[in-house]
């Protein structure tokens, strides 16, 4: 499955669940508004264990399946692949995004990371985005970017790429060093969307995930605001809500 074959837009924005629970709201009742609001205004949820566990995770994308089969979701478990592709192949989740595929290991660890990633891929049918360069990631390869990026485009379907962490903006001459590598190939901006730099990131980015600014207060925890989310749109004009919402 390839990236631009999944998405009913030709640039996707990606919301992310982040697995949060509030004193309003437990981890799924959240996880069900937030996705509710994206379905909405045409964003594909990604289900991510940064608050929760990953038995949240697997509540999430169980009610998701069930109740939004034909909808396109991700996920991506933080430090545990394998669970990722499991839970994707369990739950009809249609991609996958996980941190680094390539650059932060050493040599010596990279050849067994590779030959594992490329096992799970065969075992599932997702389409998976994986950093190069990423926020908190070691770079240990020893490689030059170039050299890193032209592995990562046989190990994944898109790249995503980040600033410095969570929330931090994503230079845009950092965007426009990969694609000037990469090509053609898909490159997603994996932090720090906000208002006023998401229109810039769609002219050079192939798609973006967005968490944090559309947040309240626009911070990571607490709840996805409609507003905001609802301004976003506005601003990229995307048209390609889920109708049975």
């Known amino acids: 499955m390839k990236y631009r074959?999944?998405?009913?837009?030709?640039k996707p924005l990606i919301g992310m669940i982040h697995t949060d629970s509030t004193d309003e709201y437990t981890v799924l009742d959240l996880a069900k508004y937030e996705?509710?609001?994206?379905?909405?205004y045409g964003l594909y949820p990604l289900v991510e264990n940064y608050y929760g566990e990953v038995e949240?995770?697997?509540?999430?994308?169980?009610w998701l399946q069930k109740t939004y089969p034909s909808a396109i979701y991700g996920l991506n478990i933080l430090g545990d692949d394998r669970e990722a592709f499991r839970l994707a192949g369990k739950y009809g989740a249609k991609f996958i995004q996980i941190d680094s595929v390539c650059g932060h290991l050493a040599p010596k660890y990279d050849a067994e990371y590779a030959e594992?990633?490329?096992?799970?891929?065969?075992?599932?049918?997702v389409v998976l985005m994986g950093g190069v360069r990423f926020?908190?990631?070691?770079?240990?390869?020893g490689r030059a970017l170039t050299e890193d990026l032209m592995i990562a485009m046989h190990r994944c379907d898109a790249i995503v790429c980040t600033g410095i962490g969570t929330a931090a903006p994503t230079p845009l001459s950092k965007v426009g060093e990969f694609k000037t590598i990469v090509?053609?190939?898909?490159?997603?901006?994996?932090?720090?969307?906000?208002?006023?730099?998401?229109k810039d990131t769609f002219r050079k980015a192939d798609g973006a995930i967005i968490g944090s600014w559309i947040k309240n207060m626009h911070e990571i925890s607490g709840k996805v605001n409609e507003g905001y989310v609802r301004q976003i749109i506005e601003i990229i004009g995307l048209n390609n809500h889920y109708e049975d919402i």
């Open 135 to 141: 926020k908190y990631q070691p770079i240990a390869s």
């Open 116 to 125: 594992e990633l490329a096992e799970l891929r065969k075992e599932v049918d």
């Open 56 to 62: 949240d995770c697997e509540q999430v994308l169980d």
């Open 5 to 10: 074959d999944l998405f009913r837009t030709h």
């Open 183 to 198: 090509g053609d190939f898909p490159v997603i901006v994996g932090a720090g969307v906000t208002h006023q730099s998401v």
């Open 35 to 40: 996705i509710e609001t994206y379905l909405r």
